[in-house]
């Protein structure tokens, strides 16, 4: 038995200590200390059974990671101490701002805008192959002949620096963004 093993049993018995002791001390197993441990003790196992190739740990690491779990586990016992009132104050974020009627019109508008340049993109794209596929198949294999000239010649596509391009990933945001607010007005939150 090496010396590596020898760090590498006492490494995992320590940190199925440290795992049990941090369920104990807050009974959950969402307790981040208890995640720590158990995550290092996972790792460890894997790496003790020789399952998976990796290059050999020195015992200066297990110990390095051995006094980071235990610094971890102590800060999370200390946290515990802190009064249950003062949590609670950091812990639920102030209401959201709701977005001004003014900025979401105007977004509303550019989005609007940008559907005709969209579509007037696309028709052209599919213009330029032959097919009796749909426009958006033409369109699509059309983008993807253009950046596969583009990495051939090595020169940097033209539809890469297109904002229509991200048009679609922007409208998405942008409904996303209304969808949680106007669900956050009726809730009440």
């Known amino acids: 038995m090496s010396s590596l093993d020898l760090f590498l049993d006492l490494a995992l018995i320590f940190f199925l200590l440290l795992t049990v002791l941090n369920y104990r001390a807050h009974r959950s197993v969402l307790y981040p200390p208890f995640?720590?441990?158990?995550?290092?003790?996972?790792?460890?196992?894997?790496?003790?059974?020789?399952?998976?190739?990796?290059?050999?740990?020195?015992?200066?690491?297990?110990?390095?990671?051995?006094?980071?779990?235990?610094?971890?586990?102590?800060?999370?016992?200390?946290?515990?101490?802190?009064?249950?009132?003062?949590?609670?104050?950091?812990?639920?974020?102030?209401?959201?701002k709701r977005t001004p009627d003014s900025l979401r019109n105007m977004l509303i508008i550019v989005l609007l805008c940008g559907l005709p340049v969209m579509a007037y993109k696309t028709v052209q794209l599919s213009k330029s192959v032959g097919g009796n596929a749909n426009i958006f198949a033409k369109a699509g294999v059309a983008s993807m002949e253009a950046n596969l000239e583009a990495s051939r010649t090595g020169e940097q596509s033209?539809?890469?620096?297109?904002?229509?391009?991200?048009?679609?990933?922007?409208?998405?945001?942008?409904?996303?963004?209304?969808?949680?607010?106007?669900?956050?007005?009726?809730?009440g939150l």
């Open 35 to 96: 995640i720590f441990c158990a995550m290092w003790l996972l790792d460890l196992a894997v790496y003790r059974s020789g399952l998976i190739e990796i290059n050999p740990l020195h015992g200066n690491t297990l110990a390095i990671v051995a006094a980071g779990a235990a610094s971890f586990s102590f800060g999370g016992l200390l946290a515990g101490l802190v009064p249950r009132a003062l949590l609670r104050i950091h812990l639920f974020p102030p209401k959201p």
């Open 158 to 187: 033209q539809s890469f620096l297109s904002l229509s391009d991200h048009f679609v990933t922007i409208a998405i945001g942008a409904s996303l963004l209304f969808a949680t607010e106007k669900r956050d007005r009726r809730s």
